[in-house]
């Protein structure tokens, strides 16, 4: 069981000294008055090490030896998108891939470049691009999403 102190979370069977990315975790939770658990914090802490979007089956992969199973990854992933920590940044093959939400704000989300070659996908938090607007009558745009495809670097 965890609870919170202060700004950061502990665990109940012992109070220990934890990393950064433990406390920086806790504090995103507690901002968006989720409970700290220990999936969510995994799943937090796997996605502040990434520069990339990931499919529920990486984030589990990643996870390692703290092995989460699908339904519970589900759940949590679920639980941090409905209060905006997380979002979908697209799909792949009809496996989303997510993402901190912290570079995008409601009605869009940065770019991402993705290899037509070796698959590898890139975040583009340095481009931004202007809000379309649809030409045809009765279209309501509420979120854009950019996906540019082509050569990585290191296919080119």
Same mark, same amino acid.
């Given at each position: 069981?965890? /609870? /919170?102190? *202060?700004?950061? &979370? ?12 433990? +406390? ?13 658990? %220990?999936?969510?914090?995994?799943? #937090? ?7 990339? !979007? ?13 092995? /989460? ?7 949590? +992933? %679920? ?5 905006? +920590?997380?979002?979908?940044?697209? $799909? ?5 891939? /997510? @993402?901190?939400? =912290? ?6 989300? =940065? !770019? ?5 070659? &070796? *698959? ?5 938090? @340095? $481009?931004? +691009? !202007? ?6 009558? *009765?279209?309501?745009? =509420? ?5 540019? %495809?082509? #050569? ?5």
């Amino acid at each position: 069981m965890t /609870f /919170f102190v *202060g700004d950061s &979370c502990l665990a109940l069977r012992g109070v220990t000294m934890k990393p950064d990315s433990d +406390l920086q975790a806790g504090k995103m939770l507690k901002a968006a008055k989720l409970y700290c658990t %220990e999936c969510r914090v995994a799943i #937090l802490k796997v996605l502040m090490k990434t520069d990339k !979007p990931l499919s529920q089956d990486q984030i589990a992969r990643r996870l390692g030896k703290k092995h /989460f199973d699908k339904v519970t990854i589900y759940r949590t +992933l %679920e639980s941090l998108l409905k209060v905006g +920590l997380v979002h979908k940044a697209f $799909m792949d093959k009809r496996a989303c891939h /997510f @993402e901190l939400a =912290h570079n995008c704000t409601e009605s869009q989300c =940065h !770019p991402h470049f993705t290899c037509t070659n &070796c *698959g590898s996908t890139h975040c583009l938090t @340095e $481009m931004s +691009l !202007p809000m379309a607007k649809s030409p045809h009558k *009765g279209f309501v745009i =509420h979120r854009q999403q950019v996906r540019l %495809e082509g #050569l990585c670097p290191a296919c080119a």
